[in-house]
């Protein structure tokens, strides 16, 4: 899936003193483990963006005067708002600095827990597998791989999921054990799991206000279809990710895997990511073409990365683009922490009016973000993936429905 490009011998070095690598790669034989030069990795678009960036040309947002109790910075806040429109327009995403609740002390312990999780034997994990398509772990070593984004490609992370509002493709009741309790670890899971959902809340509802009032829309817009008409709260997902390193993979696993994560967008309005090793890659929204478009991601211990997802992509009809990211296979291990944020399950998604003219029609169609979530599972199940990879580009950002239903299920 993943191809190696030819760089310089004498502009590479190792993994650990690179900000930016060669990308288009799969990093599983040893030319893919060298890396460009540090004055060749640093990302800069034509025009300089007006936003502050990382060391390596990435933008770093201080998002302190966009949460709570910050009301007050209407300077500061108007400085950053300008900035989070440079950066999602130009990059599609950024860095949140500065969130108290999500320090680097507090995500090294996420972190910790998390390697207790996966640490667990096989026939614990095994027990909480998705039998019945809402089981809280998956993984190869439980025989229920992520599913194919791309098609055909064989992922080697393996991930314990939580939701508040639990998405299952499953007819009957959910059942309430499907986590882990205090005779498996402590704290048990839904407690650790619940406050790091409501910590990423802080983060996600300050955003939700945010998105709005830079593309000048009211200001709850968002944030009422993330907490829902009944306050039943998004229907978001956390991810907590491990990724194998390569050498440690079983030999049928090793010749197998494609990629960590195969390419994607998210299908959610925006995605929370952190990680504690290289791996994670985007496609910014300024690069075209597929060959040199994936740019890697720096490990920033402090801060999650933010990225745009289909939900806001369809809301702002194309104005702003979901970001396409996978992870490569890498010689180290590494974890991620993810928090999908979305809008509750029975928000109509469909291009704000804002966004609509007679010279610009909806280029997109409307859907319940249930729906989305639904036929978008239904579709990866069914081998349809997620990612064109001729193109280079996303299937369910644009997908269509008809009167909010699967266009194929429509006669």
Known sequence: MYFWRSCPQYLCKALRHSSLHCTGHSLRSPPNWVFRAQRAATFRT???PAYPRTPEGHPLLDVSHLLNGAEGHAKQRAATLRSLEAALREVGY??????????ADYLSKVYEYSKQLHALPIGVKSAFAPEDSHGAYSGPDVGKAELEYEPGSVSTVRAWDYSRNRFTLSSGELDGNRFPGASIIEPPFVEFLDDLYE???????????AFADMLDLPSHTFLDMFEGRNGQGDFGTIRLLSYPANPSLTEEEARAATAGISPHTDFEAFTLMHQDAPG???IPASRTGIDDAWLDAPVRPGEFVVILGDVMERFTNGDLKATPHRVVITPHPRSSIIRFNAVSADTMIAPLPKFVSSTRPAKYSRVTMQTHMETTMQNLKAGLGAWDAVA??????????IDGVDHRKVS
Do not use: D, E, I, K
């Open 46 to 48: 034509a025009a300089t």
């Open 94 to 103: 950024f860095y949140a600095q500065n969130v108290s609740v999500l320090s």
């Open 199 to 209: 910590r990423q809340n802080v983060l996600a509802r300050g955003l939700m206000v």
């Open 280 to 282: 994670l890659q985007f």
């Open 392 to 401: 280079g580009q996303s299937t369910t950002a644009n997908y269509l429905y």
